[in-house]
């Protein structure tokens, strides 16, 4: 716990202080940029005091000799301004989009590190959310809205002081309109700021329900539900113009009131300071232009606050899921030794047989509420065959989840080679694992690459080969540029039965010593499942193979079935042994063969 409490820095406010290790490497370009601002706050000041100069020298009756020095001046500081203006925004973009890469980096490389049940908790788009758009406006916070409001805030400190030291009692009146103001604009920003959220909260929804449209189309076809859609659909998008327009109605009157300020604060001036006219001009024009300008800083001003507290938000999601820790991490000794999934030792690694043992083990999903698996044991040697059969929700992939260690056991222990596989990294365990889902997963990228997700290193020979293993030659060769075929997001552009077969040629290129395949024969015609059972036959072979069955018909030639009904191994044997038996596995596989007879009398 103490170690929580001294190595993060934290502020009283906003939770901004998490941010800083981001700016640390940023430091100079944070120097520059601040450096710039006041600068660039200074000659802002500046301006409006060498206009007084050549009003009150040059038309309020002095001499002209100073003219050109005024003028080189005068150019000088208007140049300098500029100048000063471009480095600093130069340093604030590098700030901008270095921060921004390093957030998304962060968070990226982190998400990598949780395990299944983060995913299971938090959705696709709540997670693209924080990736992409919450670090992105992060990054302006600290780099624009930074900029912006130490700039204007230098002007109105720099401008207050200028004033105060020309004329007290005429400063302190224009000063006195300030706090008005700047309660004037708190208002508004609030009332804006609610209405942009709210704006932003149904835009959100919108792009929910567009892309469940878009998604699920198919199914909203055959519920012959577009009219409720479509209604949900017009009924967000019309609650958006309502609030937009509102928001509209709210940034007019903001408008109209920060002309009113500036005018006020201009009254104030001419009113009170006409009686300087007559003898300093440049000294009365000088007070009108701070008084007129004063009010667009502060405006600026509070709206960087108001950016401050709305991104606070943003900053708070995104360091929650930087500081979630994994339900499944290796322990720092093993990281010690196995290095973790950046940077992992392999020269450590120590090579794996293959030998799988349950011991008593215990297991309830995180976020369920019933245990899946109670004092379950088991031993797999290396090079069995194991078959996983069982009705759905049965806990067969559970067991699989297990072997590969996405979850851990809530009680007991899963070994492998006799060991706790927490004693060992779950890299180390991965790269000897190869598991094919229950849905077939491929990246986008030609049909090549996702092979070579297997082994980088495979040759065309290898991949030649390994699609032959399974019969997946034909696949490739059916596709218009072979296997340099672009698959589409997900894979999408193949066939649930084709991904299978391509997934089977890349265990294989991996070579694993331990093979999980959830079997998802259900989805595929019978030559398809007839290739993939003979893909199955051929890639078990040498390994250890944990195969979950739906079709009995494929696991015949096991070495063991297991027979599980809720979460409990009810039979345990060989094919024939478990038939005799006429117990569990018998009813189960009697009452397949009947539906399937039943199926092909009825076909
Ligand atoms: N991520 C999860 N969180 C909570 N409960 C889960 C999760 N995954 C599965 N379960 C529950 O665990 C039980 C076993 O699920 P499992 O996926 O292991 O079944 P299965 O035998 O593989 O079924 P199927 O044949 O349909 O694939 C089910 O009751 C299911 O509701
Ligand atoms: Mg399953």
Redesign the pocket.
């Known amino acids: 716990m103490k170690q929580h409490t001294t190595d993060t820095v934290r502020l009283p406010f906003f939770g901004i202080g998490k941010l800083l290790p981001y700016l640390k490497n940023y430091k100079k370009a944070v120097f520059g940029m601040i450096l710039g601002c006041l600068v660039g706050s200074l000659v802002d000041i500046g301006v409006p005091l060498f206009q007084r100069y050549a009003l009150n020298h040059f038309i309020g009756g002095g001499t002209m000799d100073t003219v050109v020095l005024f003028v080189i001046l005068y150019l000088a500081l208007i140049c300098g301004g500029a100048l000063v203006n471009y480095v600093a925004c130069i340093f604030s973009m590098q700030i901008e989009v270095g921060v921004d890469k390093d957030l998304r980096n962060a968070a990226f490389n982190h998400l990598q590190t949780l395990s299944?049940?983060y995913f299971?908790q938090n959705s696709v788009g709540y997670l693209h959310a924080r990736v992409m758009s919450d670090t992105q406006k992060i990054g302006a916070l600290v780099s624009w809205t930074l900029l912006d409001s130490l700039w204007q805030l230098g002007y109105v400190i720099g401008a207050v002081i200028v004033m105060l030291a020309i004329n007290a009692r005429l400063a302190l009146l224009v000063i006195a309109v300030l706090p008005l103001t700047v309660l004037l604009f708190s208002v508004f920003q609030r009332g804006l700021t609610r209405a942009n959220r709210e704006i932003r909260e149904i835009n959100s929804q919108i792009t929910g329900n567009f892309n469940e449209g878009i998604t699920g189309a198919r199914t909203i076809k055959t519920l012959v539900v577009e009219d409720t859609m479509e209604r949900a659909f017009v009924s967000d998008t019309s609650r958006i113009r309502r609030r937009a327009i509102g928001a509209a109605r709210l940034r007019g009157l903001f408008a109209v009131t920060m002309n009113f300020a500036s005018s006020l604060a201009l009254a104030v001036v001419l009113w009170k300071g006409g009686y300087i006219a007559k003898t300093q001009i440049g000294t009365f024009s000088m007070f009108m232009s701070y008084a007129q300008g004063l009010m667009e800083p502060i405006r600026w001003v509070v709206d960087a606050i108001s950016d401050l507290i709305t991104t606070q938000v943003n900053i708070e999601r995104l360091t929650k899921l930087l500081e979630t820790e994994s339900d499944v991490k290796d322990a720092p000794e093993v990281v010690e030794i196995y290095g973790d999934c950046f940077t992992p030792k392999k020269e450590n690694w120590e090579p794996i047989r293959g030998d799988i043992s349950f011991r008593d083990v215990t297991f309830r999903?995180?976020?369920?509420?019933?245990t899946?698996l109670e004092h379950f044991s088991l031993e797999i040697p290396f090079g069995t065959n194991v078959a996983?059969v069982?009705?759905?929700?049965?806990?067969?992939?559970?067991?699989?989840?297990l072997i590969c260690r996405f979850y851990e056991p809530t009680e007991g222990q899963v070994l492998i080679d006799g060991r706790d596989a927490r004693e060992r990294s779950q890299l180390w365990l991965h790269s000897a694992i190869g598991y094919v889902l229950?849905t077939p997963h491929l990246f986008s990228g030609t049909l090549r690459e996702n092979l070579l997700y297997g082994n980088p290193d495979a040759t065309e020979a290898d991949i030649r080969r390994a699609l032959d293993l399974v019969s997946a030659s034909e696949v490739a060769d059916r596709l218009e540029h072979g296997l340099d075929t672009d698959v589409g997001e997900g894979g999408d552009l193949l066939s649930t039965g084709e991904k299978q077969l391509i997934s089977f040629a890349r265990a294989i290129l991996a070579d694993p010593r331990i093979l999980v395949l959830?079997e998802a024969t259900a989805s595929v015609d019978t030559i398809t499942e007839q290739k993939i059972q003979s893909a199955i036959d051929t890639i078990i072979r040498g390994r250890t193979s944990i195969v979950?069955a739906?079709r009995l018909s494929t696991v015949q030639h096991a070495d063991v079935i297991l027979a599980?009904h809720h979460?409990r191994i009810v039979e345990q044997g060989r094919h024939d042994e478990l038939m005799a038996k006429r117990g569990y596995y018998y009813r189960l596989y009697t009452r397949q063969y009947e539906d399937e007879a039943t199926k092909s009398a009825l076909g």
């Open positions: 299944f049940s299971n999903y995180p976020d369920g509420e019933e899946v996983i069982g009705e759905t929700g049965a806990g067969k992939s559970t067991l699989a989840n229950q959830d979950i739906h599980v979460g």
